[in-house]
C-alpha cells in the first residue's frame, strides 16, 4: 500500500501531513502528485470528495519551498488557483496553509463581494501562492496590483464549474496573462466540450486522470426516492425531520429563492435551518458554515454553486429537495455525504415536472433506489418511472417493472 511517506516530498511537508492524519493518499494523490512534481502539465477528472486539493498542493508547496527568497517581502507570484467561488478559494487557502505550515511558503485568497483594500494589502507584503476568484483577479490585475510575469504553475479548479457560471472568458483572459512556460493543471468534475477545447489549448501535451468517473455513486450511500406532488415538498421535508429524527441534513436547491423560502417555511415550524447561496454576504456565509460545522443549526439549504466550498467529512444526510437538471450533478451532490469511510443518506424528492430529470440520473448512475410509498403526499394517477430497484439484481444495473393496478382509493406506480 502506498504512504505519503513513499512520495519524494519534503520532511516540513511529510511533519505537516503527520499533523494532520494523512496516511494513505487518495487515488488522485497516488497518480496526481508525480505527474505535478515532475513538472508535466495534467487534467484530471474527479468528483467532489476525492482529495484532489492535496494532490496539487502538496507538490506545488514542495517545488516552491526550495525556492530563493521564499518568505521575503515582495516575493514574486509563483503558483496561481483560480477557482469559481469565494468558499471554495477559502478552503483551497486553507489547505495550502495547513500543508505547508511548517514552511515559508505563503497563500493569499482574493475573491469579490468585499472591500479589496486588506487584500491589495496582503498582496503588497508578497506571497508565493495566489488563490482567486476570476472577477477579482481581473481586476486587481488591472489596478496593476497583480503580476503574473514570474509564475511557474496555474492550476484550474472546477473548470466545469466556471463554466457553468460564465466564467470561461476571463478564465482564458487570466491565462493569457501568464508566462507562455507555465506547468497548468486542469481539474474538473465533468469535461464538457468546452472544457476539453480549453485543455488542448492552454496545456501543453498533458498527462490526463479518471477518478471515480461521474456516473459512480458512493456504495456506503444509501439512496432514497419520494414521489411527491411539488406543492407539498415543504411539508415533507418537515415531515422528514421531524419523524425520522433527521439532523446534520444539508438540502439542495435549485435556485436562491427557493432556498430562502425553505428556510422560512422551517423556521416558521420550529427548525433551525440556515440558507447559503451567491446572495449572502462573505461574513454572514461564513457565520452560516460554522454554525452548522458546530451543530447549532441542524439544517443548511444550500445552492449548486455555494455548496462547492462546503467541506464536512461526516454528514450523514444529503436532501435533493429539487431535482437538478443536470444528471452529473446529482451525483456531486450526494457525493456529500458517505465520505470518509462513513455511511451516508440521499434522500430525492421527485415532483410531477421533474420526473424526465429523474430517468436521465437513473439511466447515468444505474444506482439501486429505494422508493418510499409510505408518505401523505404521493403523486395521484398512473406515471410510470422507471427506478432501479434497490437489491442484489439492481446492483447489476437490472430494472424490474410492474403494472400499476391504480384506482383513486388504491394508489400504485410501477417502476
Same mark, same amino acid.
Given at each position: ?5 513513499? +512520495? ?9 501531513? =503527520? ?22 502539465? *495534467? ?8 482529495? @484532489?486539493?492535496?494532490? +496539487? ?82 481586476? /486587481?490585475? @488591472?489596478?496593476? +496590483? ?30 493569457? *496573462? ?19 477545447? *480549453? =485543455? ?29 406532488? @411539488? ?10 425531520? &421531524?419523524?425520522?429524527? /433527521? ?6 436547491? &435549485?435556485? @436562491? ?34 454554525? +452548522? ?13 455555494? =455548496? ?37 443518506? =440521499? ?69
Amino acid at each position: 500500500m502506498t504512504t505519503f511517506s513513499d +512520495f519524494d516530498i519534503s520532511p516540513n511537508i511529510q511533519r505537516a501531513l =503527520a499533523d494532520l492524519n494523512f496516511q494513505t493518499p487518495t487515488p488522485i494523490q497516488q497518480q496526481a502528485i508525480p505527474i505535478v512534481a515532475a513538472g508535466t502539465d *495534467l487534467v484530471g477528472c474527479a468528483q467532489t470528495g476525492t482529495g @484532489k486539493t492535496a494532490a +496539487f498542493a502538496i507538490p506545488i508547496i514542495d517545488y516552491i519551498q526550495k525556492m530563493p527568497g521564499v518568505g521575503k517581502k515582495h516575493n514574486n507570484i509563483r503558483a496561481l488557483i483560480v477557482t469559481p467561488t469565494r468558499e471554495l478559494a477559502l478552503q483551497i487557502e486553507e489547505s495550502f496553509k495547513s500543508l505547508g505550515q511548517y514552511t515559508r511558503v505563503r497563500t493569499t485568497t482574493i475573491f469579490g463581494g468585499v472591500s479589496q483594500i486588506p487584500q491589495v494589502e496582503q498582496l503588497k507584503r508578497g506571497t508565493e501562492v495566489l488563490v482567486a476568484t476570476p472577477g477579482r483577479l481581473l481586476d /486587481l490585475e @488591472k489596478q496593476g +496590483f497583480i503580476d503574473l510575469n514570474q509564475l511557474h504553475i496555474l492550476v484550474l479548479d472546477e473548470a466545469d464549474q466556471m463554466l457553468d457560471m460564465g466564467f470561461i472568458n476571463d478564465v482564458k483572459k487570466i491565462v493569457k *496573462l501568464t508566462p507562455n512556460n507555465r506547468q497548468t493543471l486542469l481539474f474538473s468534475a465533468t469535461m464538457p466540450l468546452e472544457i476539453r477545447a *480549453l =485543455a488542448e489549448d492552454f496545456l501543453n501535451q498533458p498527462k490526463h486522470i479518471t477518478v471515480n468517473p461521474v456516473s459512480s455513486t458512493v456504495e456506503r450511500i444509501n439512496q432514497e426516492i419520494y414521489f411527491v406532488e @411539488k406543492t407539498e415538498k415543504r411539508n415533507l421535508l418537515y415531515h422528514l425531520i &421531524r419523524n425520522r429524527g /433527521l439532523s446534520d441534513v444539508l438540502v439542495f436547491s &435549485r435556485t @436562491k429563492h427557493g432556498a430562502d423560502n425553505i428556510v422560512r417555511s422551517l423556521k416558521k415550524k420550529g427548525v433551525e435551518a440556515e440558507a447559503i447561496h451567491g446572495d449572502k454576504s462573505q461574513s454572514a456565509r461564513q457565520r452560516v458554515l460554522e454554525s +452548522f460545522k458546530n451543530k447549532s443549526v441542524g439544517v443548511l439549504v444550500a445552492t449548486d454553486i455555494a =455548496a462547492r466550498g462546503i467541506d464536512i467529512d461526516a454528514l450523514p444526510f444529503v436532501i435533493n429537495f429539487d431535482l437538478p437538471n443536470i444528471p452529473e450533478t446529482y451525483v456531486h451532490r450526494i457525493g456529500r455525504t458517505g465520505r470518509a469511510g462513513k455511511e451516508g443518506t =440521499a434522500i430525492s424528492f421527485c415532483g410531477r415536472d421533474e420526473e424526465p430529470y429523474w430517468k436521465d440520473i437513473i439511466k447515468l448512475t444505474r444506482a439501486a433506489v429505494t422508493e418510499i410509498k409510505d408518505h401523505p403526499w404521493p403523486w395521484v394517477g398512473t406515471e410510470r418511472v422507471e427506478t432501479p430497484v434497490a437489491d442484489n439484481a439492481a446492483k447489476k444495473g437490472a430494472f424490474k417493472s410492474r403494472k400499476s393496478t391504480t384506482s383513486k382509493k388504491n394508489k400504485k406506480r410501477w417502476y
